[in-house]
């Protein structure tokens, strides 16, 4: 069946293959993600910040040096913890070991959380978005990106190689896909935009802007590459606030 939630970042040849790709400077996650996430985050100054699915807690690094008060993050994946405890040793950082469906969330305490890449992982993201709800404080934001729902469509297409083109098929079951990723099998599930549009009107958010990382001409080193990365949809951006002010 596939690896499921942050299971295959605990396989060696996988993590050392996935953090050598994910940390080029020409990563689309680089490029076109974290422009678009950072132009909704905005100023962090003096913000309590929780991170869904760090990974190796470089995002963190950045978000403190940015001069958020505290940052605090949860991952499943053993590696991952330890690479982001090791990368945030010297900081204002707290890093917990827990899958996202377990963890307990705190009640009223963050300014800001986000989460990059992660929820299209997860199969019940209901319990999630009504816990992130009540983690937030009064005038708290919930921020995040998911893989576009272009991509996690096809259930043919997430078997093969190298994209040339993309089949956009089933895009309305809402299930589970077995992707072949960095020469794994993961299990990733799909959702359209309406759907998570309304998993998180249904959590008590109001969506108040929304992307999909459309790319930047500066931000690449050749045309073709620019050209070809205009051609789909990579990721789907969302930023929220509380609907009812408790």
Same mark, same amino acid.
């Given at each position: 069946?596939?690896?499921k939630?942050?299971?295959v970042?605990d396989n =060696?040849?996988f993590?050392?293959n996935y953090?050598a790709?994910r940390?080029?400077?020409?990563?689309?996650n680089?490029?076109? =993600?974290y422009?678009?996430?950072?132009?909704?985050?905005?100023d962090?100054?003096? $913000?309590?910040?929780l991170d869904?699915?760090?990974?190796?807690?470089?995002?963190?690094?950045?978000?403190l #040096?940015a001069?958020c008060k505290?940052?605090?993050?949860?991952?499943?994946s053993?590696?991952?913890?330890?690479a982001?405890? #090791?990368n945030?040793s010297?900081?204002s950082?707290?890093?917990h070991?827990a899958?996202?469906?377990?963890?307990?969330?705190?009640?009223?305490?963050?300014d800001?959380?986000?989460?990059? *890449?992660?929820?299209?992982y997860?199969e019940?993201?209901?319990?999630i978005?009504e816990r992130?709800?009540?983690?937030?404080?009064?005038?708290g934001r919930?921020i995040? $990106?998911?893989?576009?729902?272009v991509?996690?469509?096809s259930?043919?297409g997430?078997?093969?190689?190298k994209r040339?083109s993309?089949?956009?098929?089933h895009?309305?079951?809402?299930d589970?896909?077995v =992707?072949n990723?960095i020469?794994k099998e993961?299990?990733?599930?799909h959702?359209t935009i309406? =759907?998570?549009?309304r998993?998180?009107?249904g959590a008590?958010?109001q969506?108040k802007? *929304?992307?999909e990382c459309?790319?930047?001409?500066e931000?690449?080193?050749? #045309?073709e590459?620019?050209e070809r990365?205009?051609?789909i949809p *990579?990721f789907?951006?969302?930023?929220?606030c509380?609907?009812n002010?408790r």
């Amino acid at each position: 069946m596939g690896y499921k939630g942050s299971t295959v970042y605990d396989n =060696e040849e996988f993590n050392r293959n996935y953090i050598a790709r994910r940390n080029r400077k020409e990563s689309p996650n680089n490029i076109m =993600e974290y422009p678009a996430l950072m132009r909704f985050i905005g100023d962090v100054k003096g $913000s309590e910040i929780l991170d869904l699915g760090c990974g190796d807690g470089l995002f963190g690094l950045d978000l403190l #040096e940015a001069g958020c008060k505290g940052y605090e993050a949860v991952d499943g994946s053993d590696k991952m913890v330890e690479a982001a405890r #090791e990368n945030l040793s010297n900081q204002s950082a707290s890093i917990h070991h827990a899958p996202l469906e377990n963890w307990n969330f705190p009640t009223n305490r963050y300014d800001l959380i986000t989460s990059r *890449l992660v929820f299209h992982y997860i199969e019940d993201l209901s319990g999630i978005f009504e816990r992130v709800y009540q983690a937030l404080r009064a005038d708290g934001r919930f921020i995040f $990106s998911v893989q576009h729902p272009v991509l996690t469509a096809s259930k043919h297409g997430a078997l093969e190689g190298k994209r040339t083109s993309w089949n956009v098929d089933h895009y309305f079951d809402l299930d589970g896909r077995v =992707e072949n990723w960095i020469d794994k099998e993961v299990v990733k599930y799909h959702r359209t935009i309406e =759907e998570y549009f309304r998993l998180l009107t249904g959590a008590g958010f109001q969506i108040k802007n *929304l992307s999909e990382c459309p790319p930047e001409r500066e931000n690449f080193k050749t #045309e073709e590459e620019f050209e070809r990365r205009k051609r789909i949809p *990579l990721f789907l951006l969302f930023s929220c606030c509380l609907e009812n002010i408790r």
